[in-house]
């Protein structure tokens, strides 16, 4: 017997961070949005846990026991006193190391498809926990929509979205690791007070009346300096992108990944269009949110 899910990207459209906590993470005000670019994951019993993964970037991906779906497949069969074994199968669509929860993506898809599997009968607070230890960004892979991720971004308050929003994402040549990027961070802000992190009202009521123009106005990434601190390049691609006529242009996450904002899907395939010519960028996809977290299908 075999379990699917499918599982989306996401795009930050607002990351307020904090100063480092003495654990090493950064309290953050994080407006997650979920996109339609998926991950599948098929989880099927097996004689012991093996991990396959198959799509564009596949060869980026560990399929040791590092792997986050393989890890969510490891605490649940811990919690439940059973054993791991299960084929898990990972259809990537998500770039990797792009700051849109590709790995998250894969933990939330691999849990659920394996709670699903072995009816461990789990509820979803036990579902989010267990997401929460995987790591800050799973919880909401599970959920999907919109919401606000408050502590370390684990801790989620889901939000209403009055309309759907259209999005170009630019992919890099080579990815950006997350911690690193948080460290840039820190270098940056060295000597300066840095305010504790707040979701901006502008920002909620725009994604609440899914005002694209008001969306547009508000966004914002406080990883953005660091990560054009490691990867200068990426000034190129937010250039190509708003002379191409984006909304709004912003680093999604830690990056490497840029997303712009457009103003409808014809815009979206237009914007899309000059920046696979600008040269800028490994790959360009058009994906609209909020969609759905993980799903079985
Ligand atoms: C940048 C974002 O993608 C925005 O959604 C997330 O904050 C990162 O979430 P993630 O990849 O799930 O990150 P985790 O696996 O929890 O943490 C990886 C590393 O990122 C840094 N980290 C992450 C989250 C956070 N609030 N503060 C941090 O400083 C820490 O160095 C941590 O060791
Ligand atoms: N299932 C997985 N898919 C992709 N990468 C994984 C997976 N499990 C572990 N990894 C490791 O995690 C690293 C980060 O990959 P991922 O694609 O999750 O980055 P990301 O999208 O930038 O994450 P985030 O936006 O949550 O910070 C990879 O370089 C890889 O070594």
Redesign the pocket.
């Known amino acids: 017997m075999s379990v699917t899910v499918r599982v989306p990207a ?1 795009v ?1 459209v607002q ?1 307020a961070v904090g100063a ?1 906590r003495p654990d ?5 005000a ?1 407006v ?1 949005l979920a996109v339609g670019l998926h991950d599948e994951i098929t989880v099927t019993a097996a004689e012991e846990l093996r991990v396959t993964c198959a799509g564009p970037d596949a060869g980026q991906v560990p399929l040791d026991r590092t792997n986050l779906a393989a890890r969510a497949a490891l605490v649940l069969a811990e919690r439940y006193g059973r054993a791991p074994d299960v084929h898990i199968h990972i259809a990537k669509d998500i770039p990797v190391a792009g ?1 849109m ?1 590709g ?2 993506a894969d933990g939330a898809g691999a849990l659920l498809g394996c709670d699903a599997l072995w009816g461990t009968g789990a509820s979803r607070g036990e579902l989010l926990d267990i997401c929460a230890e995987l ?4 919880p909401f892979s599970l959920v999907g929509g919109a919401a606000l ?1 408050t502590g ?2 684990e801790r989620l308050t889901e939000l209403e979205v009055g309309g759907s929003f259209h999005w170009v994402f630019a992919m890099a040549a080579r990815g950006l690791s ?2 690193a ?3 840039e961070f820190d270098r940056l802000a060295k000597g300066r007070e840095i305010p504790g992190p707040v979701a901006s009202r502008d920002l909620l009521d725009a994604l609440a009346k899914g005002d694209v123009d008001a969306l547009a106005a508000t966004v914002s990434n406080d ?1 953005q300096p660091a990560a054009l601190s490691l990867f200068p390049e990426l000034a190129d691609t937010l250039a190509a992108g708003r002379a191409a006529g984006a909304l709004a242009s912003l680093v999604s ?2 990056g490497p990944t840029i997303a712009f904002l457009a103003g409808d899907a014809e815009a979206a395939e237009g914007i899309a269009g000059a920046l696979r010519a600008s040269g800028t960028c490994r790959t360009v996809r058009t994906a609209a949110g909020p969609v759905p977290g993980a799903t079985v299908v």
Request: charged share 15%; proline share 3%.
């Open positions: 996401k930050n990351l480092a090493g993470y950064h309290d953050l994080n997650f700051g929860a790995g998250s790591g800050s960004d799973v991720g370390r971004g997350t911690p990027v948080f460290r990883l996450g830690s």
